[in-house]
Structure formats: C-alpha cells, structure tokens
C-alpha cells in the first residue's frame, strides 16, 4: 500500500466511523496553506467527487495584519482551482488594545490570533449557508491537546473529531483525525505542497511545543502510546460532542 492510498483509507475510516458527512452538507475549510490544510482540502475535494454522499466544498483563507507571516495566496487560488473548489480570502486583525493598554488583562497572542480565525470562518460559514467546517487537525494534534489540557488545565479533554456547535446551526469536523502527522508531512514532500513563504515567529513559544517533546519521550516508553491515549479520549466521549 503506498502512503497515499493508507492516508486516503484512513481519511475515509474517520468519515465513516465519526459520521463527519452528511447528504448535502456544504462544507468550508480552514486553509491556512499549511500542509495539513492543503491535504485536508485535497482529500474533500476528491470525497466530494463520488456523489455518495453528494457535498460540496469551499475555503476560506484568513490573512491576520497583527501576525508576521506570509503565505502565497495565488499558489492557494492556484491549488484551489485545480481541486474545482471556490477560494475566499480575507484580511483581519485583532484588537491591539488587548494586549497593549490592558497589559494586566492581555490574552496570548496565539489565542487572540486563533479567535479572530474562528470568528471569520464562523461568520463565512454562516453567510454562505454551510452546514459544516472543517479543520485540518490530525491525530498527533488532538493527543498534543489532550496532554496539553491535563497538563496546564487540570481536566481530560482535547479537540473532538465532530463538535456540533450551540448557538449556531453548524458543526466542526477534523476529518484527519486518525492521520498521523509523519504521514501527511512525507505526502506533503511527495506532492510538492508549496511551503508557507514566512513562518509565524510565535510558533516556538507556545506550550505546545514542550507537550510535543513530551509525547515524544512518551512513545520511547511505550509505542503504543498514541493508542493508549486515543482510546481512553473514545471511552471517555471526548471525540464526539453534541
């Protein structure tokens, strides 16, 4: 089986086992032009083409003016039109008083600049009619968040594969939810996904990458670690809320 074929297998389990797709469904996905979000658009966009269930696919990519960070919208639009699927592109920030004149009551950030990406893909979604929004988070990233909220927030929780939204009538899918990380960043090689032009220069400098070394020295213990975690977040109920 080659690595192609083993990840779209394991895209299609996830679809089926999570029931991440519903007839006529309108999706959007989060494109951050990172090689999960590429691969993630990808796969629906080739899903979409076998009718059953029928669905259709549009994304959105969020410029932050606050985060110096490039990406090249025209190889998105570009990648975009080759997979049939519409491209919306739009520029935000967030407030700078947050973290400036209220330094006390300052928020990360990461969370200021993650908040202002949902809240646009929230708004899109809803403008457009879509029942759906997808994300390209992958199993590595779910466990990461799981040992992240133990961690530092004392509870066992992470992002679930399928969260179907309270006060508004959409749900959030992560359809690479059993893809693991090394796989998708080798296809990324293989498919000469187009690297982002400039980093984020806050990417170290988050918890997360410490929980990462930690879940590595995890696995050294045991290498069934990553199974162990995933099924004690299913026993729980974690990849799934409604």
Same mark, same amino acid.
């Given at each position: 089986?080659?690595?192609?074929?083993?990840?779209?297998?394991?895209?299609?389990?996830?679809?089926?086992?999570?029931?991440?797709?519903?007839?006529?469904?309108?999706?959007?996905?989060?494109?951050?032009?990172?090689?999960?979000?590429?691969?993630?658009?990808? %796969?629906?966009?080739?899903? $979409?083409?076998?009718?059953?269930?029928? %669905?259709?696919?549009? =994304? &959105?990519?969020?410029?932050?003016?606050?985060?110096?960070? +490039?990406?090249?919208?025209?190889?998105?639009?570009?990648?975009?039109?080759? &997979?049939?699927?519409? &491209?919306?592109?739009?520029? *935000?920030?967030?407030?700078?008083?947050? *973290?400036?004149?209220?330094?006390?009551?300052?928020?990360?950030?990461?969370? &200021?600049? $993650?908040?202002?990406?949902?809240?646009?893909?929230?708004?899109?979604?809803?403008?457009?009619?879509?029942?759906?929004?997808?994300?390209?988070?992958?199993?590595?990233?779910?466990?990461?968040?799981?040992? @992240?909220?133990?961690?530092?927030?004392?509870? %066992?929780?992470? @992002?679930?594969?399928?969260?179907?939204?309270?006060? @508004?009538?959409?749900?959030?899918?992560?359809?690479?939810?059993?893809?693991?990380?090394?796989?998708?960043? +080798?296809?990324?090689?293989?498919?000469?996904?187009?690297?982002?032009?400039?980093?984020?220069?806050?990417?170290?400098?988050?918890?997360?990458?410490?929980?990462?070394?930690?879940?590595?020295?995890?696995?050294?213990?045991?290498?069934?670690?990553?199974? $162990?975690?995933?099924?004690?977040?299913? =026993?729980?109920?974690?990849?799934?809320?409604?």
């Amino acid at each position: 089986m080659t690595l192609e074929e083993k990840l779209w297998k394991t895209f299609n389990k996830a679809l089926g086992e999570y029931q991440l797709i519903d007839e006529d469904d309108k999706i959007l996905v989060g494109l951050s032009g990172g090689k999960d979000s590429l691969c993630l658009l990808e %796969f629906l966009a080739r899903r $979409s083409k076998v009718h059953v269930p029928h %669905f259709t696919v549009e =994304a &959105l990519h969020v410029r932050m003016e606050d985060v110096h960070y +490039e990406t090249d919208t025209t190889y998105l639009q570009s990648f975009c039109d080759n &997979l049939g699927i519409p &491209l919306h592109i739009i520029t *935000t920030s967030f407030p700078h008083d947050a *973290t400036e004149s209220q330094p006390t009551k300052a928020k990360p950030v990461c969370f &200021l600049c $993650s908040w202002q990406r949902r809240k646009q893909l929230f708004n899109l979604a809803q403008e457009l009619g879509c029942t759906k929004i997808a994300l390209g988070h992958h199993q590595d990233d779910i466990i990461h968040t799981a040992l @992240m909220n133990l961690t530092f927030q004392g509870h %066992f929780s992470t @992002m679930p594969a399928k969260l179907r939204m309270r006060k @508004m009538p959409l749900t959030i899918i992560r359809p690479l939810c059993l893809c693991q990380e090394d796989d998708i960043r +080798e296809y990324s090689r293989q498919q000469g996904y187009q690297k982002l032009v400039r980093l984020c220069p806050h990417e170290k400098e988050t918890n997360r990458t410490s929980i990462q070394q930690l879940y590595g020295l995890m696995q050294q213990l045991n290498p069934e670690a990553r199974a $162990s975690i995933w099924n004690a977040l299913s =026993a729980d109920g974690k990849l799934i809320e409604y």
